[in-house]
Each structure stands twice: as C-alpha cells, then as structure tokens.
C-alpha cells in the first residue's frame, strides 16, 4: 500500500507541474505598438518665372554729318541723251567742303533766262521713285536727273534757256548751272521733271 501511494504521487507531480506551467507561464504575447503614419511631406517645386526684358528700340544708322548746305556743293551737268522726244540731262551733285554731309529727296529747278528771269514752270517732281538718303564724303558726287521736252521737236522757235537754277533739298539758296539745249515753247507748258537724288533714270 505504502509503494502504491508513492508511485500515484510521483505521478501526480509531473501533471501537476505541466498543469501549473500551463497556468502559470502562458506564452506572453506583446501587442505591436501602434505606430502613427509617416506623412512624407511632397517634395517642393520651385517654378523660375522668366523676368520680362524688354528689347532695345531698333535704331538705323545715319550717316554722321547733317544735311549738305547749298554753301556745301556745286552743280554741273553730264552728257545729255535724247529718248522719243524727250531730253534726259544729269545734274551732278558735288561736295566741296570738308566735311561728310547728306542728301535726299528733290531738287528744285527751274530754267532761267537773261537777268535770271524764270523760264515756264519749275520742274515737276516724278513722285513714283523712292528717295534713297545720298551720303558724300568731301569731292564725292551724286547725281539727279533732269528730263524736259526736246524745244526743236515741239515748236519751230523755242526759246532756250541761260542756264538752271537749282536748289539743294531743304535749301533756299539756289545753285547755277549754265545749259545749252534747255528750252521751252513760247506760251506752253515748259514739261520739266526732276527726279530724286541719287536714282537713275527710268525711261
């Protein structure tokens, strides 16, 4: 009996450890701990605004030294040709001071006789050519063209002219040029024409 009671205790203890390691040690599990999202702040964009420029005003580049003076230039004329009735006579424009000066647009002419006593009507200006701006170094020449009605074409006894009175553009004092062949009908319309500085003759 006494052998019987100690074999049932050496059962009972190993159960009864199991039991109590079940009780007491129960497997401890730890709760993650609540993290609180990361918020990833988005990246920064910087956006360059171009400045405004402004461009510089377009500027045209004048030849230095103003307007040629009548006191400036001398007038003389070229070879005259004769085209279906009409006289074409170049008035050569030249600079005969010192200095660089400009020319541009018309002359105005008009045929004189004795005393400088005017001649018909000043020349009319051909107004479908452009005016191109003429810079002359000192001794540099240009040259407008002068047109008029052949006189021994239209009428028998013209009356011929001493010489034109020309005036620089933009001037009030006129030039000489003595002439041989200029002419016009007495009591008719004298149909002189000047053409702009610096453009040739277009028949």
Same mark, same amino acid.
């Given at each position: 009996?006494?052998?019987?009671?100690?074999?049932?205790?050496?059962?009972?203890?190993?159960?009864?450890?199991?039991?109590?390691?079940?009780?007491?040690?129960?497997?401890?599990?730890?709760?993650?701990?609540? &993290?609180?999202?990361?918020?990833? =702040?988005?990246?920064?964009?910087? *956006?360059? !605004?171009? @400045?405004? $420029?402004? %461009?510089? #005003? /377009?500027?045209?580049?004048?030849?230095?030294?103003?307007?040629?003076?009548?006191?400036?230039?001398?007038?003389?004329?070229?070879?005259?040709?004769?085209?279906?009735?009409?006289?074409?006579?170049?008035?050569?424009?030249?600079?005969?001071?010192?200095?660089?000066?400009?020319?541009?647009?018309?002359?105005?002419?008009?045929?004189?006789?004795?005393?400088?006593?005017?001649?018909?009507?000043?020349?009319?200006?051909?107004?479908? &050519?452009?005016?191109?701006?003429? =810079?002359?170094?000192?001794?540099? *020449?240009? !040259?407008? @063209?002068? $047109?008029? %009605?052949? #006189? /021994?074409?239209?009428?028998?006894?013209?009356?011929?002219?001493?010489?034109?009175?020309?005036?620089?553009?933009?001037?009030?004092?006129?030039?000489?040029?003595?002439?041989?062949?200029?002419?016009?009908?007495?009591?008719?319309?004298?149909?002189?024409?000047?053409?702009?500085?610096?453009?040739?003759?277009?028949?």
């Amino acid at each position: 009996m006494l052998i019987v009671r100690r074999l049932a205790v050496v059962a009972l203890i190993p159960v009864a450890g199991m039991v109590a390691l079940g009780c007491g040690s129960s497997v401890g599990t730890t709760k993650p701990k609540a &993290t609180s999202p990361t918020t990833t =702040a988005p990246p920064t964009t910087t *956006t360059s !605004v171009p @400045t405004p $420029t402004t %461009a510089a #005003p /377009t500027t045209t580049a004048v030849a230095a030294g103003g307007p040629c003076t009548s006191g400036q230039l001398s007038v003389t004329t070229g070879g005259s040709q004769g085209a279906a009735g009409t006289e074409i006579l170049p008035l050569i424009f030249t600079n005969t001071s010192s200095a660089l000066c400009t020319l541009q647009g018309y002359p105005g002419v008009s045929a004189v006789i004795a005393n400088g006593v005017q001649l018909g009507q000043p020349a009319t200006r051909e107004k479908f &050519t452009p005016t191109p701006l003429i =810079a002359l170094e000192p001794g540099q *020449t240009t !040259v407008a @063209t002068f $047109t008029y %009605a052949s #006189p /021994t074409i239209a009428c028998p006894s013209p009356t011929l002219a001493l010489g034109l009175r020309v005036y620089p553009p933009n001037q009030t004092a006129a030039l000489f040029v003595a002439t041989t062949g200029v002419g016009a009908c007495p009591g008719a319309d004298s149909n002189f024409t000047i053409y702009p500085i610096g453009t040739p003759f277009d028949s």
